[in-house]
Structure formats: structure tokens, C-alpha cells
């Protein structure tokens, strides 16, 4: 088993030194999938919202969110964005929330895009629960990542789970 880089000797928390890691261009996508229901999609469609446009509350919400992303997650470190964008999908019963998060750093913005994607589903979800209290958000997952000494990563074509351990 690695280390655990994490925990120092004593098993305390601590924060990863990365000081001494090359910047690189690091990018992640990050998307999640919030089920609302064929009568909110059409609502949407329609421009019956309540609360108005639920996208682009969703989007500033969601791009606030990665650029606080070390304030929610404890051993995140924070990072000098270059660009976070967030981006929506309906289906027929269904909104897809797409992420992506982009700097110049010495670590990876992986939970910058996944924090942007589950903030704007949220987001989604309360500009909408006035339609509907049965929404439910699933499948939040890394889709892809760039940059740093790991290399590039995709994640498989299903989202069943991680892939087995190697």
C-alpha cells in the first residue's frame, strides 16, 4: 500500500507539501446529473420557473464554488484559477451539469470541477424545488483530467463506479 500522504507519523492531518511540484497546466471535467422530472424539463423549456433563469444562477453559483473550493475541503489547497465554466444539458427528465476547471499550478483542479458541478446541481435544485421535491442528484464524477506528474486520466464510457485498483 502507498504512503499515506495525508497523515503525518502520528496519524495527524496535515496538508501535502507541494512546494517543491513543477507548475503545469492542469485541467479537470467534472459533471453530475440531477433528475427533476419531464414536467420540470418542460418547465425550464417554457420559461416557468419560478425563480427565474435557473442556468445562469446555477452557473455563477457553480464557478463561485470552485473559486472556494479549498475553503470547504480541508486539505485542498487553493489554487489561482485560470478559468472555470459550467455548462447544462436537459434530457427528457434530466439536467446534466458539465464543469471544468483550468490553472497553471502545482496540483490538480479535480475538486474544483466536481465542487463547480455539485454546487450548480444544488443551485438547480433550489431554484426548482417550488416544481418539485422529489429531485434527486446522482452520478457526480471526474470525467477527465490533465496535467501534473499522473498524466491525463478519462474515466470510462459507464458510471458504474471506479475502476478496479491495479
Known amino acids: 500500500m502507498a504512503e499515506l ?5 502520528e496519524g495527524r492531518a496535515r496538508m501535502v507539501d507541494v512546494g517543491e ?20 424539463v418542460a ?17 455563477l453559483a457553480g464557478i463561485l464554488a470552485a473559486k472556494r473550493t ?13 478559468t472555470v465554466a459550467v455548462d447544462f444539458s436537459t434530457g427528457d427528465d434530466r439536467i ?18 466536481l465542487t463547480a458541478a455539485t454546487v450548480a446541481a444544488l443551485t438547480l435544485y433550489d431554484m426548482l424545488k417550488a416544481l418539485s ?17 499522473s498524466g491525463d486520466w478519462r474515466a470510462p464510457e459507464s458510471a458504474s463506479g471506479p475502476e478496479p485498483s491495479r
Not at 500522504?5 to 507519523?9: E, F, I, K, N, V
Request: hydrophobic share 45%.
Open 5 to 9: 500522504t495525508h497523515l503525518d507519523g
Open 21 to 40: 511540484k513543477p507548475v503545469t497546466r492542469r485541467r479537470a471535467v467534472a459533471e453530475g446529473v440531477l433528475i427533476v422530472g419531464a414536467d420540470v
Open 43 to 59: 418547465a425550464i423549456r417554457e420559461g416557468r420557473t419560478p425563480k427565474g433563469n435557473v442556468f445562469e444562477a446555477a452557473r
Open 70 to 82: 479549498a475553503e470547504l475541503i480541508p486539505l485542498c489547497h487553493p489554487l489561482p484559477l485560470d
Open 96 to 113: 446534466t451539469v458539465r464543469a471544468e476547471a483550468v490553472a497553471n499550478a502545482r496540483t490538480g483542479v479535480e475538486m474544483e470541477a
Open 133 to 149: 421535491k422529489g429531485m434527486v442528484l446522482t452520478d457526480v464524477r471526474l470525467l477527465s483530467k490533465s496535467g501534473g506528474a
